[in-house]
Nanobody, 118 residues
């Protein structure tokens, strides 16, 4: 089992910045995929940014150049630095961890609200 705890959400004005953190604990394997999805009000969950199992990063087109995903392997923590925030970035942001070794399984955090006011 893997537990994910997110933090860092909140209310910010357009143009501002926030940094989200996601700390993983439990049965963590060094080879995994981690990243962030978000779910805007009334819409489906969408990928924001991720680390693939090979260590590459992927970003949604809508956040490229504004958001940066990073990780601290020693702390089993992944971060999402969000700059130049827009009202359309308002969503619940979810961290996920996909176990690649052994049975493939995906775990989700509880979500953290990000609200960007215009």
């Amino acid at each position: 089992q893997v537990q994910l705890v997110e933090s860092g959400g909140g209310l910010v004005q357009a143009g501002g910045s926030l940094r989200l953190s996601c700390a993983a604990s439990g049965s963590i394997f060094s080879i995994n995929a981690m990243g962030w999805y978000r779910q805007p009000p009334g819409k489906q969950r969408e990928l924001v940014a991720r680390f693939t199992s090979g260590g590459a990063t992927n970003y949604a087109d809508s956040v490229k150049g504004r958001f940066t995903i990073s990780r601290d392997n020693a702390k089993n923590t992944v971060y999402l630095q969000m700059n130049s925030l827009k009202p359309e970035d308002t969503a619940v942001y979810y961290c996920y961890y996909t176990q690649i070794m052994g049975p493939i399984a995906t775990y989700w955090g509880q979500g953290t609200q990000v609200t960007v006011s215009s």
